[in-house]
């Protein structure tokens, strides 16, 4: 796989699956900008060579922000990988209204708003690829997700859905389900022996848990040319664990 010079934009960088896949983005070649709101892990991006931009993805102007970094970077939006997401939260009756909101604002409304400037740019340069993080909770069930996995199953919805509106302006929108992968996010719980030794893991058919490396590598094939007939896909990277 080879992003020589291409142009990846990568939300949630700063750290877990986000900060993996620009790392391994970078070593093919691309020139990355790597949004995040976390200022102190962005620098260490920055300092790597990396464009950063430190940004709520949830902040409306946010593709206009984006616009203005990657126009001194001289070449057309090739990758969207569209990665920041927040987990977490309860079953439906403890679930508020704000939380609910609060899962759909950033792990939908906010890769929608990137995703529909993305499409924008990728249109006039002729094509382009996006992938977007869902979720093996989008497919299947899980206790005490009820507004990350509607959130996340929305993801996978909308990728289809982009995947077909856009396919003929030479765009492919596919997206990644991660079953549990070891990241800031997940660590407090995995770390723990009772969960290393888990059903999660024991049902897992390569009985481990994921790691961020994992999952860019997946997200980096759908990005490449490697892929290039596939569109609409939500591949899942969680060690068989989904499996019917
Ligand atoms: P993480 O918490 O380790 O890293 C997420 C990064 O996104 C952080 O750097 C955080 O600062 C940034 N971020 C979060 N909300 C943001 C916002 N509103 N604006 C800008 N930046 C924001 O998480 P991760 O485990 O690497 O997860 C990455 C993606 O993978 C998420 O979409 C998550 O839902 C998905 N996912 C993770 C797992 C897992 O087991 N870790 C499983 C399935 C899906």
Same mark, same amino acid.
């Given at each position: ?9 990568i939300t949630?960088?700063a750290?877990?699956i986000?900060?993996?896949?620009a ?6 070649g ?8 976390d200022?102190?892990?962005?620098? *260490?991006? @920055?300092?790597?060579?990396m464009?950063?931009l430190?940004?709520?993805?949830? /902040?409306?102007d946010?593709?206009? +922000? %984006? !616009? ?8 057309p ?7 920041a997401?927040?987990?977490g ?7 508020s ?13 906010g890769l929608?708003?990137?995703?529909r ?16 993080v ?9 206790t005490g997700s009820?507004g990350?996995s509607?959130?996340?199953? *929305?993801v @996978?919805a909308?990728?289809r859905?982009?995947?077909?509106d856009y396919g003929? /302006?030479?765009?492919?929108?596919? +997206? %990644? !389900? ?15 022996e009772a969960?290393?030794?888990?059903i ?17 590598r ?5 990005a490449?040319?490697e892929a290039?007939?596939i569109?609409g ?12």
């Amino acid at each position: 796989m080879n992003f020589d010079n291409k142009i990846a934009v990568i939300t949630g960088a700063a750290a877990g699956i986000g900060r993996a896949t620009a790392d391994l983005f970078a070593a093919r070649g691309a020139r990355i900008l790597a949004i995040d709101r976390d200022a102190d892990g962005l620098s *260490a991006l @920055a300092d790597r060579g990396m464009a950063t931009l430190c940004a709520d993805v949830t /902040d409306s102007d946010l593709p206009e +922000a %984006v !616009a203005g970094k990657i126009a001194p970077m001289g070449g057309p939006l090739s990758i969207l990988v569209n990665n920041a997401g927040i987990g977490g939260g309860g079953r439906m009756l403890e679930t508020s209204d704000d939380d609910l909101r609060r899962h759909f604002e950033v792990n939908v409304v906010g890769l929608f708003r990137l995703a529909r400037f993305a499409v924008g740019e990728m249109k006039a340069a002729g094509g382009g690829s996006i992938v977007n993080v869902a979720s093996i909770y989008a497919e299947v069930g899980a206790t005490g997700s009820a507004g990350y996995s509607a959130s996340k199953g *929305a993801v @996978a919805a909308l990728t289809r859905q982009m995947a077909t509106d856009y396919g003929h /302006d030479g765009i492919r929108v596919n +997206a %990644v !389900a991660p079953g549990l992968i070891e990241t800031p996010l997940t660590a407090e719980r995995i770390r723990t022996e009772a969960w290393r030794h888990s059903i999660f893991v024991k049902q897992c058919p390569l009985q481990r848990v994921g790691q961020p490396d994992d999952v860019a590598r997946a997200i980096a094939f759908l990005a490449s040319d490697e892929a290039e007939f596939i569109s609409g896909e939500t591949l899942r990277v969680d060690g068989g664990w989904a499996m019917g």
